[in-house]
C-alpha cells in the first residue's frame, strides 16, 4: 500500500501563493504517475496537474496553465503544487494522487489518494 498525506493549503487573497506538498510512503516503488486534483463543493473532482516520475513530462489543465507548477523530489517522495495569482474560482479541496500508470488525467487513472487539503481564496 502506499500513503499520501498534503499540507500546504489555507486561506489566501487573490492574487497570492501558496505550494501544497504531499508525501508519499510505503510501497512508493510502485509509483508512476503522480497528480493534483480539486475538488469545489457541489461540483466533480477536476484534474489539475500531472507529472511523470522522471519529472520529464508535466500535464496542466487548461485553468491553471501559467498560473501553477507541479514538481516531484523522488528521493523524498514528495510531489509539490505552486499556485501563484490564484483566483477565487481556484477554491476547493485539493487531493494528491499517485498511480501505476506513466501518467493519468482522470481520477479513475489513479490508484492512492490523500485526504484533501482545504485551499480558499477570498476576493
Known amino acids: 500500500q502506499v500513503q499520501l498525506v498534503e499540507s500546504g493549503g489555507g486561506l489566501v487573497q487573490a492574487g497570492g501563493s501558496l505550494r501544497l506538498s504531499c508525501a508519499a510512503s510505503?510501497?512508493?516503488?510502485?509509483?508512476?504517475?503522480m497528480g493534483w486534483f480539486r475538488q469545489a463543493p457541489g461540483k466533480e473532482r477536476e484534474f489539475v496537474a500531472a507529472?511523470?516520475?522522471?519529472?520529464?513530462?508535466?500535464y496542466y489543465a487548461d485553468s491553471v496553465k501559467g498560473r501553477f507548477s507541479i514538481s516531484r523530489d523522488n528521493t523524498k517522495n514528495t510531489v509539490y503544487l505552486q499556485m501563484n495569482s490564484l483566483k477565487p474560482e481556484d477554491t476547493a479541496v485539493y487531493y494528491c494522487?499517485?498511480?501505476?500508470?506513466?501518467?493519468?488525467?482522470?481520477?479513475?487513472?489513479?490508484?492512492?489518494w490523500g485526504q484533501g487539503t482545504q485551499v480558499t481564496v477570498s476576493s
Open positions: 507529472i511523470t516520475r522522471s519529472a520529464s513530462n508535466v
Open positions: 510505503g510501497r512508493t516503488f510502485v509509483i508512476n504517475a
Open positions: 494522487a499517485a498511480g501505476w500508470k506513466v501518467v493519468g488525467g482522470t481520477p479513475l487513472e489513479y490508484d492512492y
